[in-house]
């Protein structure tokens, strides 16, 4: 039953990366967050240090100039240790940076959804193991911006280096560190129908540790995967990304899109 349900959630990703691929909309598979209504606000964890406030606060105004979301600083976190593990929270997302190593990416999406594709919870993290190269004029900006991007289901504008006026290219053009207009018409349409629930946080969720589990934050059975989501296996790649996949308790799915080192 574990090989099958793990067969069908790698066709799934499989399908959904390569109907990106072949799709002139920048979409990431059909992931979406669930709501009943549009605007609606999404909840940031800032546990980023104060060299990059200038970024994310730039990235949460720009995206926030679109007509079917918003975003809203929660909270603020950035103790080194809730930096390296940045943890889920239940309806929020998490924007991260810290030292995670030269491991070979630069950044890294992270989302949980459910059986249907309803975005639940993600982390966006920025390795400053590569510091060299966050000093290129405008790259931190380009990260930070399509690392957010991810976390509301959109995927790139282009894969070829090209550049698109906007932070979900590959480009290191100065034109692509923030959206454009068209991952705001995209956004449109992901999010153009209504759902019968909110999947989002609209302020009044505790934090668990969520996925499902009852047990305390790091302790039981949020200790390790509840707050840190298992990678999974790989199923696409090329000179730029990676896409990894990993089955979650709740028959959903945790989803990694890695931002390669060059």
């Not at 979406?32 to 200038?54: G, K, Q």
């Not at 280096?161 to 560190?177: I, P, R, W």
């Not at 991952?183 to 505790?206: K, W």
């Amino acid at each position: 039953m574990i090989r099958h349900f793990i067969s069908q959630a790698l066709t799934f990703c499989l399908l959904s990366v390569f109907t990106v691929g072949a799709n002139a909309e920048n979409t990431w598979g059909s992931y979406h967050w669930a709501r009943m209504e549009n605007p609606f606000t999404l909840l940031v964890i800032d546990s980023m240090t104060t060299d990059w406030d200038t970024e994310l606060n730039t990235a949460i105004t720009e995206w926030s100039s679109s007509e079917v979301l918003n975003l809203e600083v929660a909270s603020e976190n950035d103790k080194k240790n809730i930096r390296k593990r940045c943890p889920m929270k239940d309806g929020q997302i998490r924007v991260c940076n810290a030292q995670y190593g030269f491991n070979g990416w630069l950044g890294l999406a992270t989302i949980g959804i459910d059986s249907n594709g309803h975005i639940q919870l993600g982390t966006a993290k920025m390795n400053d193991s590569y510091a060299n190269y966050w000093a290129i004029e405008g790259e931190k900006n380009h990260v930070v911006c399509q690392e957010i991007g991810h976390l509301f289901g959109l995927g790139h504008t282009s894969e070829d280096g090209s550049s698109q006026g906007t932070c979900m290219d590959y480009s290191s053009d100065l034109s692509s560190q923030w959206p454009n207009l068209h991952d705001f018409v995209t956004l449109a349409e992901i999010y153009s129908h209504e759902d019968t629930f909110n999947s989002y946080d609209e302020g009044t969720s505790d934090d668990t540790g969520g996925d499902g589990c009852n047990a305390p934050p790091g302790k039981g059975c949020n200790k390790n995967a509840a707050e840190v989501p298992p990678m999974g296996v790989r199923v696409y790649g090329d000179r730029y990304q990676e896409i990894w996949v990993a089955a979650r308790r709740n028959r959903g799915l945790w989803i990694h899109h890695i931002r390669l080192a060059p």
